[in-house]
């Protein structure tokens, strides 16, 4: 991590420091979607970004296995290490773990309601055992704790022009939408894992199960009853990006650019997928990177006209808020 984004956020605990460093690696290794649209926040809120990343990719490694060798036993063993750490972090104790001290950190100076990651570590915690969904409504009961409350633990470190209860919905469709592209894109490596996250009624609606998903991924061949399914996936998380982007206007006009930058760029991996002619169970589509960069671009000056704007009126402060001040 830079030190202007550590100097900037006012950490100068060296062991702290540190904790926030190693989550920035995490974040700029595997979220590089997501690690370039931070890179257009205000430097101050970087680090808790890349907090809340590193923390949320730690507890996903331990769940897929962290060489890839671990038993499911020894998984559990891990998850419950982590959980007790970062209870231990959110009571202000510290932390084993640099990822835990990190989060924990921020999670005091945004006051992230703890209740969030208790949500999340329990659908890290679904992983272990679950490795279907039969109904949308049965996936978004895990998704709430695996991307709902990422977007709602977000809310405080963007800031809001408007009551932040407001905005709260706006935020956790976002990271459902963002999750649901995850999935749509990794369908065939998720099922190397032995997970189908698609819902079970959605693929049934179009003749696809797990079997028919199966035989495509191990034959390379491809079926239209498959293409149906995953054009239906596609439509069904478009639809959710649409009750986020309202949020948008919502956060705070420093805070906007980063958000919109990875609403467009995570929107254009479903762009991806459709050019690529839904192979996702075959191959990994990626947005190409001369449309990342022009992105980019756009929600540069998009900062630069947030810098130069008159500032917003106060809003006002909902009832139990004040701590968050």
Known sequence: MTRRELDAAGITDPALRTAYTTCRKLNARH?????LATRLLPVER????????????WADDIVDGLDRRETPDERDRLLKVLEEDLAQGL?????????VRAVADTAERYAIDPALFTDFMASMRADLSVTDYPTYRDLRGY???????IGLQMLPVLGTVTDRTEAAPHAAALGVAFQLTNFLRDVGEDLQRG????PADLLAAHGVDRPLLEWSRRTGRRDPRIRAALVAAAELTRGVYREAEPGIAMLEPRTRPCI???FVLYGGILDAIAEDGYAVLHRRSVVPRRRRAATAAAGLLRILAARTAPPPPPRPVAVGEEGAR
């Open 31 to 35: 979220g590089r979607t997501y690690f």
């Open 195 to 198: 997970r189908v996250y698609l």
């Open 260 to 262: 919109r930058t990875a």
């Open 91 to 99: 009571r202000r104790r510290g932390g084993d773990e640099p990822v």
């Open 46 to 57: 970087r680090c808790a970004v890349h907090a809340l990343y590193g923390f949320a990719r």
């Open 143 to 149: 998704m709430h704790g695996s991307a709902a409350v």
